[in-house]
């Protein structure tokens, strides 16, 4: 059977490494919500930024990677690098937009339905799921009910907001399975130097021909999109990842599920804007089945036969 690797126990800056990551990725949502600019445009340069980042690093240490998924023997990943990048683009298409239409705490907890997607993916691929990835799915996707309809009923654009929430969710695990087929065998730096280039690029074709504007904005709003590429896109992720050599990827996966209510607080705190009272119990029970969608694919991968759900997979903060 195999055995789960060894890790010393968390100390200090690996747990100070896991509150930041969860406050980086709790401050999405807010974010976008507070940006006077549409959410399209946002979701552009939140990328073409990240670009700007890691693309000289890429350019510089990882020039022959990228030459071999263009032309190279590496081409099937590079395909799977721009197959993940235009499932990116169709996520931050439908996320980013639901969390100005509807709550931040409805956009983000409907958005975190990702591991529930990625499971049923798994058994579309012909995996098994364990009885309780299914408990824990048939909890969420009762909970998602529960919560839209509470805001069917008080407004139909926080509802449509919802319903591009749960889509999102849905992207976002195809993204995330075709970035576990590319990193398989490609570095970080490269993976998503190319996925973030790919979706930059289908976002500025989407906003050139929708007319979205893509400047002109207050200071305010564009500090918002610096504190996206800061925060959720580069800073977040960069914190998880650290702490995985303490800390097992299903508890970081269950720790990014905190996004849920940590952006709740700051809309409230800062956007003045309280979670519907109807729509409270749905929102619990989803991101409580999520909770057990994670840990009963866990539980799967750690024994002989394949995991439903991969063990190493989280969830994707936005």
């Avoid at 200090?12 to 509150?19: N, Y």
């Avoid at 993940?84 to 239409?101: D, I, Q, R």
């Avoid at 570095?187 to 021909?209: D, E, F, M, R, W």
């Avoid at 709003?221 to 998880?240: D, I, K, N, P």
């Amino acid at each position: 059977m195999p055995t789960a690797p060894h890790r010393p126990p968390p100390d200090a800056p690996t747990l100070g490494a896991l509150a930041l990551a969860v406050a980086a990725v709790s401050s999405s949502a807010p974010l976008v919500a507070f940006a006077a600019a549409p959410a399209l445009a946002i979701a552009f340069w939140r990328n073409l930024l990240s670009v700007a980042v890691l693309g000289p690093v890429a350019l510089t240490r990882r020039r022959a990677e990228l030459r071999a998924l263009a032309v190279g023997p590496a081409r099937r990943q590079g395909l799977y690098c721009v197959l993940s990048g235009v499932a990116l683009a169709a996520h931050f298409a439908t996320w980013m937009p639901s969390a100005k239409l509807t709550s931040v705490a409805a956009a983000t907890a409907l958005g975190a339905t990702q591991p529930v997607w990625q499971g049923l993916i798994a058994r579309w691929q012909g995996r098994r799921l364990p009885p309780a990835v299914w408990a824990g799915i048939g909890v969420a996707v009762l909970g998602a009910v529960l919560a839209t309809g509470a805001d069917f009923a008080v407004s139909g654009r926080a509802f449509g907001g919802d319903l591009l929430a749960v889509v999102g969710g849905m992207f976002a695990a195809v993204y995330t399975a075709f970035g576990e087929r590319a990193r398989a065998s490609v570095s970080t730096t490269g993976y998503t130097t190319v996925c973030y280039g790919v979706c930059a690029v289908i976002l500025l074709v989407v906003c050139l021909l929708g007319g979205v504007r893509l400047h002109g904005w207050d200071g305010g709003t564009w500090l918002a999109v610096l504190g996206l590429v800061v925060g959720a896109q580069l800073l977040g992720h960069s914190m998880f990842n650290y702490a995985l050599h303490r800390v097992s990827a299903t508890t970081v996966s269950v720790l990014i599920l905190l996004e849920a209510p940590g952006a709740a607080l700051i809309g409230w705190v800062w956007l003045g804007q309280l979670p519907r009272p109807l729509a409270l119990p749905g929102l619990a029970l989803l991101l409580a089945g999520v909770a057990v969608v994670v840990l009963g694919g866990a539980r799967a991968g750690r024994r002989a036969q394949p995991a439903a759900v991969p063990a190493d997979a989280a969830p994707t903060s936005d």
